[in-house]
């Protein structure tokens, strides 16, 4: 990949990470519905939301004022978009697809709402799409994209973003944490211990995006 084409690519992902969540974006609350559909199947309020779908009544009342979303997927303010303050458009891209595509969100999910291993698994994640946009800044992320023009860097960063949410819930499973205020903490010890070495299998492995 060209230096230009570098350029782009990460101007594209700020513009992504600096667009804010809108309530009125029927795509944007249709991706927080769907976070909140796959983990909530059986959930008794899901057949009703999805009838008014179509409506601004969905967007305002059912997710905003009744909270539903807040209590099920792990966000942490009274509305979920000023948690998206971070990360934007991006942050729920990366949510949405990795919680709809990644078999292993299943897991990820049931461990971040589990008595002895809960956590914000929405705020989380948002944070997680924060910290790999801090990782592709690094020297070592220009050099692998230079050695491969065909790359396409937002697919990169969506497979960074699922391997370290899935490493990240490892590690805080594994370590048996219970306390909610060490979440900011073990995140910061595994982007500093495991992340690099992710990224080093990925180069390994030759993987094509």
């Given at each position: 990949?060209?230096?230009n084409q570098?350029?782009?690519?990460?101007?594209?992902?700020?513009?992504l990470y600096?667009?804010?969540?809108?309530?009125?974006n029927?795509?944007?609350?249709?991706m927080?519905?769907?976070?909140?559909?796959?983990?909530?199947?059986?959930?008794?309020?899901?057949n009703?939301?999805?009838?008014k779908?179509?409506?601004?009544?969905?967007?305002?009342?059912?997710?905003?004022?009744?909270f539903?979303?807040?209590?099920k997927?792990?966000?942490?303010?009274?509305?979920?978009?000023?948690?998206f303050?971070?990360?934007?458009l991006?942050g729920?891209?990366?949510?949405?697809?990795?919680?709809?595509?990644?078999?292993?969100a299943?897991?990820?999910f049931?461990v971040?709402?589990?008595e002895?291993t809960?956590?914000?698994?929405?705020?989380?994640?948002?944070?997680?799409?924060?910290?790999?946009?801090?990782?592709?800044?690094?020297?070592?992320?220009?050099?692998?994209?230079?050695?491969?023009?065909?790359?396409?860097?937002?697919?990169?960063?969506?497979?960074?973003?699922n391997?370290?949410?899935?490493?990240?819930?490892?590690?805080?499973?594994?370590?048996?944490?219970?306390?909610?205020?060490?979440v900011?903490?073990?995140?910061e010890?595994?982007?500093?211990?495991?992340?690099?070495?992710?990224f080093?299998?990925?180069?390994q492995?030759?993987?094509?995006?």
């Amino acid at each position: 990949m060209k230096s230009n084409q570098i350029t782009k690519y990460k101007k594209d992902l700020t513009l992504l990470y600096e667009e804010k969540i809108d309530k009125n974006n029927r795509q944007h609350m249709k991706m927080l519905f769907d976070i909140w559909a796959r983990f909530n199947k059986n959930d008794p309020n899901i057949n009703n939301i999805d009838k008014k779908w179509g409506k601004l009544y969905y967007f305002k009342i059912i997710i905003l004022h009744q909270f539903i979303i807040i209590e099920k997927i792990g966000f942490q303010g009274k509305d979920p978009l000023t948690d998206f303050r971070g990360s934007g458009l991006l942050g729920l891209k990366h949510l949405w697809n990795f919680s709809i595509h990644d078999k292993r969100a299943e897991k990820v999910f049931r461990v971040a709402t589990g008595e002895k291993t809960w956590y914000y698994y929405a705020a989380t994640g948002i944070n997680i799409s924060g910290k790999v946009i801090q990782f592709i800044e690094e020297k070592d992320c220009d050099k692998y994209f230079y050695d491969n023009k065909d790359i396409n860097l937002y697919n990169f960063t969506q497979y960074l973003y699922n391997e370290f949410f899935v490493g990240f819930n490892n590690m805080w499973e594994e370590k048996r944490i219970n306390n909610i205020m060490l979440v900011n903490s073990s995140l910061e010890e595994f982007m500093e211990n495991r992340a690099k070495h992710i990224f080093q299998s990925l180069i390994q492995m030759r993987k094509v995006f």
